[in-house]
């Protein structure tokens, strides 16, 4: 906590200000190096202004790289009207305005400074109480930490095991293999799991089959109406964990928590309720796994991201009001937020919490230089000599948090990710998409003119100039997308805050919070990625198989599909029944006389299928099978389920 006189950074209030300003030493001046802040200066005529004012030429000294027009500058005024008047325009007023915040109520914004001064007079004493004030955040935040991430072991279950908002036991229907093997064990089975806060609004962000049903940009819960045996209810296996969790109300949404699941085994129907604010899908039909909930609430384990988050809250807000050097301020910020976000409030996944103190340490130098840079050109402008302590605070501070808790705040805005697909698929995205470009152009003016009154928009345009080419190079750019990721958003924008006015306290901050949460959380993801990258679990956009009706047999109980005119680059064909791969079929026939469980080589394609469960509905998918030059298979596109009905009837 270091301010005003002696500080770890120069920092004077108006009344260190010199009365005579022949008295500044004309060397300091040249060199815009001088040891006293011109700017805080109070100008009788002045008074009644609170953001910025008139400098004469005199008073502009070095600004750096995004500084205002400096006194040679001045000189050359009167030859660069042959440039016409354009050129004058955008050169800005003559004398240009030098912003300045004067703090309102400026006695009490002050007051903390006057305070700290007389509790540390000396530097010696403020660095001491700055390294105290560091190590008690530390103690603190460490303690809670620890004491959450190497709490009481559950009985008989021990350490519980950390999963994500968007864990699933039964992770899609290819990736489980054939009858879904590469996901057992299907029962008998019980552990123990501890789930984040937060994971009620984790959604699809693709579509996703379930049966006849496609859904997309909701939880994913099946299941889970309580039956005579079961309190609780059964899940299908596909579900989300979490979200399973919090739906029946095993743990709290706000603060996550602990539970017991136990693997069910094959279920042959889900039913679908609301409940804790989740609305589940019903199913109709059997899947081979399933699983429900102890029904005791284990409440000895909770998700410390608020609590943690209100200790860093307290401590940067005091560090926020008692000191005005702002390398002090950016620096305290930058590293206290740095951890609050990478280690609790929105860490990365990892199932050993090592691993994420590990990914984010790994972050933080590359991190720490960007975050240097954006303090010498941006944020070091905006906040030398600022003593308005209260508005530095909320004004700068508050967006920062908001900005660095960007998965509570902005990811509630119904915009994925900045891609045409994600924007034309997902329900809200183009009205909160044209509300933004709304809001962001009216700042981009307003800040412009700030620039324009400051004379800096000539070495603006400049700046932007050159980003605006890149981008439109990297838009060119075959085979990649554009991905303005918010991390990228905050570099591109930050510039632009580079002056002393309130808006820039408030729009530099947020920026600021932005770029902390994304690189803390995802990491320096590229500007520049690939379709695969950016598909996910999206669909490929592939040629589907024409699927025929069926020749059902003659008991209701069987059926044969027949395929023909198979393209020539496709290996074969599989087949998903309610969502598990049931069946790949090679066109070409094998020399081997076994070629594995469901897996059948035939010159003329064809799939028969015995319903394994009376008086209910079975969904069919088909897909085309490609191999990779290397080997491995890949699956293209699933067709919409056809239904073979309770009664025989197919609906394709």
């Not at 050097?325 to 950016?330: A, D, I, L, R």
């Not at 006389?593 to 064809?606: A, I, M, N, R, Y």
């Not at 469960?613 to 919409?640: C, P, V």
Request: glycine letters at 10%; one cysteine or more; a neutral charge.
């Amino acid at each position: 906590m270091v301010s005003g006189h002696g500080d770890l950074g120069h920092s004077f209030s108006d009344n260190d200000i010199p009365d005579n300003k022949e008295s500044v030493p004309l060397n300091d001046l040249e060199s815009g190096r001088t040891g006293v802040d011109v700017s805080s200066h109070k100008d009788p005529q002045d008074s009644g202004r609170s953001d910025d004012s008139l400098d004469n030429p005199e008073d502009e000294v070095g600004q750096g790289l995004l500084g205002g027009r400096s006194y040679k500058h001045q000189q050359g005024q009167n030859s660069s009207a042959q440039s016409g008047w354009f050129s004058s325009f955008l050169r800005g007023p003559n004398p240009p305005r030098r912003h300045r915040i004067r703090p309102f109520f400026e006695s009490f914004q002050t007051a903390p400074i006057r305070i700290i001064k007389r509790l540390f007079p000396t530097l010696r004493s403020q660095a001491i109480a700055l390294i105290a004030f560091h190590a008690l955040w530390a103690t603190i935040f460490l303690t809670i930490l620890n004491w959450s991430v190497l709490g009481p072991e559950i009985p008989g279950y021990g350490m519980p095991n950390r999963l994500s908002c968007g864990a699933r036991l039964w992770h899609n229907g290819t990736l489980c293999g054939i009858d879904g093997n590469a996901c057992r064990p299907f029962d008998e089975q019980k552990f123990a799991f501890r789930c984040p806060a937060g994971c009620h609004d984790t959604i699809l962000l693709e579509p996703y089959a379930v049966g006849d049903q496609e859904l997309n940009y909701r939880s994913l819960v099946v299941g889970g109406a309580a039956d005579a045996e079961n309190t609780i209810g059964s899940y299908r296996g596909d579900s989300f964990v979490c979200a399973a969790a919090i739906h029946a109300g095993v743990i709290n949404n706000a603060a996550g928590g602990c539970g017991i699941l136990r693997r069910t085994g094959e279920q042959t129907s889900f039913i679908g309720v609301e409940k804790n604010s989740i609305t589940s899908v019903s199913f109709n039909s059997y899947f081979p796994l399933s699983f429900d909930f102890e029904k005791e609430t284990i409440a000895i384990c909770r998700d410390p991201r608020w609590l943690l988050f209100t200790v860093s809250l307290i401590f940067t807000s005091i560090l926020s009001l008692c000191t005005t050097s702002p390398v002090v301020f950016y620096v305290s910020v930058w590293f206290i937020s740095w951890f609050q976000v990478a280690l609790a409030s929105d860490p990365p996944f990892a199932s050993d919490y090592l691993e994420v103190v590990s990914i984010g340490m790994g972050r933080l130098l590359p991190a720490s230089f960007v975050g240097w840079a954006i303090y010498y050109f941006c944020v070091r402008e905006t906040l030398s000599g600022l003593t308005a302590q209260w508005e530095k605070t909320i004004l700068w501070l508050g967006p920062f948090w908001v900005g660095a808790l960007n998965t509570d705040t902005f990811d509630r805005i119904p915009i994925s990710r900045l891609t045409p697909h994600d924007i034309q698929q997902q329900p809200g995205a183009i009205p909160a998409l044209i509300i933004i470009v709304t809001i962001l152009v009216i700042t981009i003016v307003t800040q412009a003119w700030a620039i324009w009154s400051a004379g800096k928009l000539p070495r603006y345009l400049v700046i932007y100039g050159i980003m605006a080419c890149t981008l439109i190079v990297m838009i060119i750019l075959p085979q990649l997308n554009l991905r303005i990721h918010h991390y990228i958003l905050s570099l591109l924008l930050l510039p632009g805050t580079a002056l002393k006015t309130r808006p820039s306290l408030v729009y530099q901050g947020l920026l600021m919070g932005l770029f902390i949460n994304g690189i803390a959380r995802w990491g320096f993801d590229s500007i520049l990625q690939t379709p695969n990258a950016l598909l996910g679990d999206a669909q490929l956009g592939s040629v589907l198989p024409n699927i025929t009706a069926p020749i059902i047999g003659a008991g209701g109980n069987n059926l044969t599909f027949w395929f023909s005119a198979l393209p020539s680059d496709v290996s074969g064909i599989a087949v998903m029944i309610n969502d598990v791969l049931r069946a790949n079929l090679y066109r070409a026939v094998s020399r081997a006389e076994g070629t594995g469980t469901g897996v059948k080589s035939s010159p003329e394609l064809s799939f028969e299928w015995t319903r394994l469960h009376q008086n209910h509905s079975e969904y069919f998918r088909f897909a085309y099978m490609k191999n990779s030059a290397l080997g491995g298979l890949w699956y293209e596109d699933f067709t919409k389920a056809g239904t073979w009905r309770d009664n025989g009837d197919w609906i394709q």
